[in-house]
């Protein structure tokens, strides 16, 4: 591929929470031409959502109000906690185009890509909530490539249940729709789409790992089969250095046959076009409406005794807060 044509960003890395979006991005970072945050950025479309398409920026009060918003963002303070602060005096500099948003974007990502990568890195981002939002970001950037990883629904529904305290059954509803929403915005993408099972990333890392790397128009680099800081702060391999081949299906020993069978007849139409082993469920039988309003409620409580345990009270709250606001953004 010659340099005009080669692949440089933006890649977003998409998939349900719980799914192994963090252990790719930090794969895939091994690779010298790959830079991806390690903070997720949530914000693209509350931003834009805030101060139009295309924004008003040659007013330099108006940018100074979106430099003020994007250092209130959870993006801007956590890699700001990590010691690295974009400033509105490099922004100014090297933003040519205040009314593009994908400029602006790509100059406020590119500046974290570490100094040691080459100017051919491609950059990009890893929201998993980004799922719900696969046409937006298509739109901004018709260019971009997209990785959607996805974990079969019984592990993931345990994963957030252990990690969060996150219903079961209501995660199972939030796998299917979210899943099959992405699966059918993606089908205007052509090549720029690629799906990844986490059980064939675990079992085969290198296989899956070169397919990506030819999905992105790079060479496999070995590097990238190995970690070189724990991916997890939570969960079953929380503390791992390694990729944890084991860690799959162990919804099989952790619920009972009635569960199972629940959680599949939940996502029964998504989990059978995508080729998992149903072992109980024989047709789709969704979620009451009521219940899933009566689990909604569940769900927000126990997110918000999450953040308040993790943060304190009041930062908790606001965190929660937070990830409402740019959720209900995003479905927009």
């Not at 903070?39 to 109000?65: A, V």
């Not at 629940?262 to 009521?290: C, H, M, T």
Request: charged fraction near 25%; glycine fraction near 4%; include cysteine.
């Amino acid at each position: 591929m010659d340099n005009q044509n080669k692949f440089l960003g933006p890649l977003f890395i998409v998939g349900m929470h719980r799914s192994g979006t963090k252990l790719i991005r930090d794969l895939l970072n091994q690779h010298p031409r790959i830079s991806i945050p390690t903070i997720e950025s949530y914000c693209i479309p509350y931003l834009i959502n805030q101060f139009g398409n295309p924004p008003k920026f040659e007013d330099d009060n108006e940018f100074q109000n979106f430099y003020d918003a994007l250092t209130k963002t959870t993006f801007f303070s956590n890699m700001q906690s990590m010691g690295f602060t974009v400033s509105k005096a490099y922004l100014d500099k090297n933003i040519v185009d205040r009314r593009s948003w994908s400029e602006i974007f790509e100059v406020i990502f590119r500046f974290y890509i570490p100094q040691e990568k080459n100017k051919d890195v491609i950059w990009g981002d890893k929201t998993p909530q980004y799922l719900s939002r696969l046409r937006f970001l298509k739109a901004l950037y018709p260019q971009a490539k997209f990785i959607h990883i996805i974990r079969h629904p019984g592990d993931y529904c345990i994963s957030a249940k252990k990690a969060w305290g996150k219903n079961i059954f209501r995660s199972a509803n939030s796998w299917r729709y979210e899943i099959e929403n992405a699966r059918i915005a993606s089908r205007d993408f052509a090549d720029d789409y690629l799906e990844v099972f986490y059980e064939n990333l675990v079992e085969e890392p290198e296989q899956v790992l070169s397919n990506i790397c030819d999905f992105l128009g790079c060479e496999f680099n070995t590097k990238m089969l190995y970690l070189d800081r724990p991916t997890e702060n939570l969960g079953d391999t929380k503390g791992q250095v390694e990729i944890v081949k084991t860690n799959k299906y162990k919804y099989l020993k952790v619920l009972n046959i009635h569960t199972i069978k629940r959680i599949e007849e939940i996502v029964y139409p998504v989990a059978s076009s995508l080729g998992y082993d149903l072992k109980f469920a024989k047709k789709f039988k969704p979620l009451n409406p009521l219940m899933e309003k009566i689990l909604l409620f569940y769900d927000a409580c126990a997110s918000a005794n999450f953040h308040i345990k993790d943060e304190g009270f009041i930062p908790g709250l606001i965190r929660t807060y937070r990830i409402h606001k740019y959720r209900v953004i995003q479905l927009k």
